[in-house]
């Protein structure tokens, strides 16, 4: 048994003062420190410097582990040049991010207090990395295909992947993540939601990131028509936005982006139980434009911060996305906007995913992001705020009451 006397715990939605936590794999106690210390008398009592905040383990939902060896080589500026230069640099990039490429990623999320993460994963390749690093990971494996000769065999290919990441047992997450309206054909989508559905498996999916993916969709045409005439000899969409979006109507599924959709179509995924996960930095470096996330607000619509891969961002800090989240959305009040952010990588997503963590509540697991402000706050209700301005590292992570790196 531990016990953690920090100045101020993220406590449901609050900054508390005073509140030592008592935990071991789980949290067992939550209480003043004499209290815990006369109950646990053995327990080993954690140094903790002065101004120091103790989040519950920080959730990244989204990221693409196998392009983190990108950093100078994909066009950035607009989504369909930077499409195109992902296709032209596809193998030479995956084949450059080898598991000492995909550890540094991980350990970049560590280091910024990430004890979870998302990682969407078109070939399996980082499974092993998965399941090596201590932290938590929804293995979204990714279903492609929109061509109909090829889609079942793709999607046999998908299932074996799936079957793979459903091996793992401890720390890895099976999972499902469809890559997008326009990319995966509408018959192996239904499958792949069906196993989604009969085995109760997380299931994500890209939709509406770009313009020319909503006008693709709507009209057949515009920067996808060359695209498809060029790789897949085709000038027609397989699918509509309003069949897309039905096909998942029995399925809560996680929308990565959805920056291009309408608010009626916002308001179509909040009331079949959907939820949204924003990557801000990934959408203006390719060129896609903003999230109203005031929308969301209104739509009392969940959403996660999400840093996506290193093939559309220059780092997986989730400082960094947080920085970038704040000075984006500048239409709300900022102290609010702070709070719900940090709600966004904790909370939100634990409850999104049924994951036992992302709350520092008793039976939880002691998955934890220690950090220290560089003074002292005058308001607790600014430390969200202050914490997302002034952190780059934190001070120390706990994944299951074990201290998991040295930072
Ligand atoms: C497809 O399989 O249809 C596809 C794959 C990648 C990008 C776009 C489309
Ligand atoms: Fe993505």
Known sequence: MKIINP?????DGEFKQNIAIAFSEKIEAIDTLETLQEKYPEAKLIETKENTVLYPGFINTHVHLEFSANKTTLQYGEFMPWLDSVIANREELVGQCDNSVMKEACNEMMASG?????????????????METPQKVLFFNELIGSNAATADMLYGDFLERLDASKKCGHGVIPAIAIHSPYSVHPIVLKRAVEVAKSEKLPLSAHFLESQAERQWLEESQGDFLEFFQKFFSTSMAVTTIDEFMKSFDNVPTHFTH?????????????????????CPRSNRLLGCGRLPVEELIELDMPFTLATDGLSSNNSLNIFDELRAALMLHHLGALEKLANLLIKNITSTPAKIFNLNSGEIKVGKDADFALITLPDAVQNTQSIALQTILHTNKVERVYIDGEERVNL
């Open 7 to 11: 100045s101020y715990s993220y406590i």
């Open 114 to 130: 990430v004890t979870t993460f998302g990682a969407i994963s078109s070939f399996g390749t980082e499974l092993e990395v998965c």
């Open 258 to 278: 959805a920056v291009q959709a309408t608010k009626e179509e916002l308001s179509y995924l909040a009331k079949h139980g959907h939820s949204i996960a924003h």
